[in-house]
């Protein structure tokens, strides 16, 4: 069972530009996490998303930001515009369909570097 | 959402057992005791969790308080493989995401 997937890797992007980073959920998993890690510092939450529908999106910047998980493909968070304070690492989570305290898988992450 | 103390860094030599504290005093009935660890360069990694009683895995132990005030994460044999941030969150039942602090930073000496 692969684990969750996260593309690209590594993304560079210039100032202004548009960033989208994948996510494929590990198999059976329905529940999608965002988390960005700013360097130096610790992971925040962005957004919960299950599929077709954005759970809770509290820790998404109001501006630019925007994230998807649609019934077919992988989930996609978008950055519009991009600047350089948005350079971090993208990590993604994903956990089976039933709540509780289960615990959350994350892929290897994406790292945005905006030049 | 109650909040955990964790040291910044600790230390530790191969092959010797590793306490992580993490106080949470303000924990309510219905939060959890999750811990993850980050390895350099990766996604976090999920360790252990716990309500009240002490739970093992093969990856550790964590031991919980009585009054649930403070726990402690165990690695019974430490290895280099070991050094991470390792980060302990209290995560109420039935809610989504996970609240990471900055977390203790294990370096483990050959």
């Known amino acids: 069972n692969a684990g969750v997937m996260q593309n690209p890797r590594h993304l560079v992007r210039r100032r202004g530009q548009e960033a989208r980073l994948r996510c494929s959920p590990m198999?059976?998993?329905?529940?999608v996490y965002w988390y960005r890690q700013l360097p130096e510092e610790g992971l925040k939450f962005m957004v919960y998303l299950q599929k077709e529908n954005i759970i809770d999106e509290s820790g998404m910047p109001k501006e630019r930001f925007s994230a998807e998980f649609p019934k077919e493909g992988p989930s996609i968070l978008r950055i519009q515009q991009v600047v350089r304070g948005d350079s971090a690492a993208y990590f993604c989570?994903?956990?089976?369909?039933?709540?509780?305290?289960?615990?959350?898988?994350f892929g290897p992450g994406t790292r945005l570097t905006v030049t | 959402d109650a909040k955990t103390t964790q040291p910044n860094s600790m230390e530790s030599n191969e092959e010797e057992p590793v306490h992580l504290p993490c106080n949470h005093s303000?924990?309510?009935?219905?939060?959890?005791i999750h811990w993850y660890r980050q390895l350099p360069s990766q996604g976090p990694e999920y360790v252990i969790h716990?309500?009240?009683s002490n739970v093992n895995n093969r990856m550790a132990s964590l031991a919980i308080a009585e009054d649930r005030k403070s726990s402690t994460l165990i690695l019974h044999r430490a290895t280099l493989r070991d050094a991470a941030v390792y980060y302990c969150i209290l995560r109420r039942y039935n809610t989504d995401k996970l609240i990471f602090g900055t977390g203790t930073r294990l370096q483990v000496f050959p």
């Open positions: 989570a994903s956990s089976p369909p039933t709540t509780g305290t289960y615990e959350q898988y």
């Open positions: 198999k059976g998993h329905s529940h």
């Open positions: 716990g309500l009240t």
């Open positions: 303000t924990i309510s009935g219905t939060d959890y």
